[in-house]
């Protein structure tokens, strides 16, 4: 059963179960940006968080992560703020570990 309420969710409803649900987008290149994106195409916030990075000797290293407040607040006021901040630290990191980071050394 609580497993059911400790579930990150989007402020457009979708439930986000598993990090590997997220969308990046890699298209703030030269930002040293990714854009970590809700997995439901109609969300109508749509960019949930970032992860930037920097390059150092022609490799991509990871800087900092975050999510964005409205997703951050939202699920505080769900969960309590220490469990949504646990829940989605892990997410972060488990988003961080997918990123193809060779690919965006190039
Ligand atoms: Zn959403």
Not at 32 to 58: A, M, Q, V
Not at 77 to 83: A, K, S, T, W
Request: glycine share 6%.
């Amino acid at each position: 059963m609580t497993e059911e309420i400790e579930k990150i969710q989007c402020p457009c409803g979708r439930i986000i179960d598993d990090p590997e649900e997220y969308k990046v987008l890699y298209l703030k290149h030269e930002l040293r940006e990714i854009d970590i994106l809700c997995p439901n195409d109609s969300c109508y916030l749509r960019e949930l968080g970032y992860i930037k990075f920097e390059i150092k000797d022609g490799k991509a290293v990871f800087k900092e992560a975050s999510f964005y407040p409205p997703f951050v607040t939202w699920n505080a006021g769900r969960l309590g703020f220490e469990i949504a901040e646990k829940i989605l630290k892990s997410h972060l990191k488990e988003i961080a570990k997918r990123v193809d980071w060779v690919r965006l050394g190039r």
